[in-house]
């Protein structure tokens, strides 16, 4: 195996198949990524079992070959290497790179030991790189981390015609997005819980290549194990979560008694000061006026902070406890000059949603924190 290519694209390409390297080795040669020169390409494939990710890259081919190599300690090289052209030779047991005056060698795992890589699922149709990125990190920000709820981890992806419905909730919170697609059948209706991890890793690094995302996925809907994602050169996939996912759609209130509008970026500013003084999670306390939203926290024997924001209020006045970081993971997420606060009353989930300059809501995304109980002083 012998090729020459340029450093950035070695580079990038290495820090995207790199991707799937687990931390925790259940194989040695998982801890590897395989390169594959032939036919003018070199193709670097990275896999644990349950993500696998590939990268294709046009060289300039001398002998084809391949080889398996220590893929963070690769990653780690090529992102360090000068600007120029990098020449990748496989001599006995090892591969040596050089680029200008820089050499490395490094010893090879056994590429008989390295796992073959699953086939990609059948094609189900395409979306906007950018739009898909975007739609990802809006639910992903209330999947849960609790391993014990393994459902929770996941986002549910529903296709039904042209529109993708995204939701993600870690009980506490629950995000749900709509967005447009092309899908492969006009009448096509399909879902999958798949892993929030692999799915934000995946969306942001598509994203930021722009251009359009292909999504795969086996057309029955029954017995789905892997869903696809990629793009002309780069290629992921993931195992589907199994298992019923809960009914979130009826968590959503279906009516408020308040509603309050309220400038995003004031709003987050807001939220950060006054959540200095809070610790361990504890929540911030809301008076929705008339005219203005006026936060709170601490208490007697700790340190505490007020303020008040203008706000236009639709409806009763109330007072009501949220968790901070949730708070302002919605209020990054809803993306708009303006957020409406909607209520039920001071035990009910409150609902946010992007609204535009003339405070209209903006569809497409809903955001629902729980309330908590109303703490003393």
């Known amino acids: 195996m012998k090729f020459r290519l340029q450093r950035q694209e070695f580079a990038e390409a290495v820090a995207w198949t790199a991707r799937s390297i687990p931390t925790r080795l259940p194989v040695p040669v998982l801890a590897g990524l395989l390169l594959q020169a032939k036919e003018g390409q070199l193709q670097l494939s990275g896999f644990d079992y349950e993500v696998s990710t590939r990268c294709d890259l046009d060289i300039q081919l001398f002998e084809e070959g391949s080889a398996v190599v220590a893929g963070r300690l690769l990653a780690e090289i090529t992102k360090a290497l000068p600007a120029k052209p990098v020449d990748v030779e496989l001599v006995g047991d090892s591969v040596e790179l050089t680029c200008g005056g820089a050499q490395f060698t490094l010893p090879t795992l056994p590429l008989e030991d390295y796992p073959r890589l699953p086939p990609m699922p059948e094609l189900a149709g395409t979306i906007k790189a950018a739009e898909f990125s975007t739609a990802v990190s809006r639910v992903t920000i209330a999947a849960g981390r609790d391993e014990t709820l393994p459902m929770l981890t996941g986002v549910q992806v529903e296709m039904a015609g042209d529109r993708i419905t995204m939701s993600a909730t870690d009980r506490y919170r629950l995000a749900m997005t709509e967005l447009a697609w092309q899908p ?27 251009g359009d995302v292909q ?5 029955v809907s029954t017995d789905q194990s892997l869903v696809g994602l990629g793009s002309q050169s780069r290629q992921t996939t993931s195992r589907i979560m199994s298992g019923p996912y809960p009914n979130v759609r009826a968590i959503f209130p279906t009516s408020h008694n308040s509603r309050l509008t309220i400038a995003t970026k004031d709003l ?6 006054i959540a200095l003084v809070t610790d361990r999670g504890n929540p911030l306390r809301l008076q929705v006026n008339e005219d203005e939203l006026v936060i709170e926290a601490g208490g007697l024997g700790s340190a505490r902070a007020r303020e008040a924001t203008e706000a236009k209020l639709e409806g009763e006045t109330l007072k009501i406890a949220i968790n901070p970081q949730f708070m302002l993971d919605g209020l990054g997420a809803v993306g708009s000059p303006n957020v409406i606060l909607s209520f039920v009353s001071t035990h009910k989930p409150v609902m946010m949603l992007p609204a535009d300059d003339n405070g209209e809501v903006i569809p497409g995304f809903r955001y629902v924190v729980m309330s908590v109980r109303m703490p003393e002083g």
């Open 215 to 219: 999504l795969h996925l086996d057309p």
């Open 184 to 210: 492969e059948r006009p009448d096509l209706e399909m879902s999958a819980l798949i892993p929030a991890k692999a799915l934000s890793d995946t969306a942001r690094a598509l994203g930021a290549a722009g």
């Open 268 to 273: 987050t500013d807001v939220v950060h000061r």
